[in-house]
């Protein structure tokens, strides 16, 4: 029997992945630490490859979430090219809580962690992705107005926006992205605690978070713009032809973009969190087995 060519392609796709990561296991030491001899981003696809059945739901819905944006932008003229929604901030927790587990080593079955989950999300939406959301909108709106109020074109609001929100977001990132984690263990699992650790590991997550995260942000950012330059709607459905192939692999590409992106996040905070709770010996040895 012949398979269908999309299953074909998922699965040929998520072998390459497992090939890549078949030697990158997340290893931990005795004391329960991921070790550096794994990088951050062979790390980070062993989490996508472990987690397959979640990260294709989390690509098929943010795919939807694409396609009801463009038809709004069709009906109304607006739309929220960022995709910074709620339905797609509880979609990046809900990733980001499976890859935490898989780099915790925690059960994913366990009670204790499905009663975690709702928690994990609200830490995420109300901590990082929120905060983000309005600080972004707050700037653009600033921006805007002051550039009007100077007589200067508006096409020059992206050189002056771009640094705002890549600070606020690292902000968040460094401040809370190991409340996460630590809402999982449980240890040192409070948001004060969260924003000490996060001086504490600035020098581990400043470079990762940037080098990493944003980086890749501002990639899946550049290949909307390369693909409007190229007379591309990088959307699944344009106005004039209804669903549109090349708009839809680039939608789908800038999608995969930010799906890494979440993986990397969560190699780092998770990672930034357990050196912070070995060098405060907080990785006592009944806690050592949430992590083997």
């Known amino acids: 029997m012949v398979e269908p060519c999309g299953n074909n392609l998922l699965g040929v796709a998520f072998a390459f992945l497992l090939k890549v990561s078949d030697t990158a296991k997340t290893d931990r030491n005795e004391t329960g630490q991921m070790t550096e001899t794994k990088s951050t981003i ?10 397959r059945g979640m990260t294709l739901a989390y690509l098929c819905f943010v795919f939807l979430i694409g396609v009801l944006q463009s038809r709004e932008a069709e009906d109304t003229g607006f739309s929220l090219e960022t995709g910074l929604t709620i339905g797609e901030a509880f979609a990046e927790a809900g990733l980001l809580y499976v890859y935490c587990l898989f780099l915790l080593g925690i059960e994913r079955t366990s009670a204790e962690t ?12 109300l901590l990082i992705f929120m905060p983000f959301y309005l600080i972004s909108f707050a700037a653009v709106f600033g921006v805007i ?20 929100m890549v600070t606020s977001y690292l902000l968040l990132l460094l401040g809370f992205g190991t409340a996460l984690p630590s809402k999982l263990v449980g240890t040192q699992a409070g948001i004060s605690e969260a924003l000490r650790r996060g001086w504490r590991q600035f020098r581990y997550q400043f470079p990762r978070l940037l080098v990493g995260v944003v980086a890749l942000n501002l990639l899946a950012v550049a290949v909307q713009f390369l693909a409007e330059g190229f007379a591309i709607n990088p959307a699944p459905v344009s106005s004039e032809d209804g669903f549109d192939l090349p708009g839809s692999l ?20 998770c990672e930034a969190y357990l050196r912070d709770l070995r060098a405060q010996g907080e990785l006592i040895s009944k806690d050592v087995e949430v992590f083997s």
């Open 250 to 269: 680039i939608h789908l590409g800038v999608r995969c973009i930010d799906m890494l992106a979440l993986a990397v996040l969560s190699v780092v905070v």
């Open 114 to 125: 499905r009663k975690s989950v709702w928690q994990f999300t609200a830490r995420y939406v």
């Open 145 to 164: 107005y002051a550039m009007s109020s100077l007589l200067t074109p508006l096409e020059g609001t992206l050189v002056l926006l771009l640094p705002i």
């Open 42 to 51: 062979s790390r980070a696809v062993a989490a996508i490859v472990a987690s």
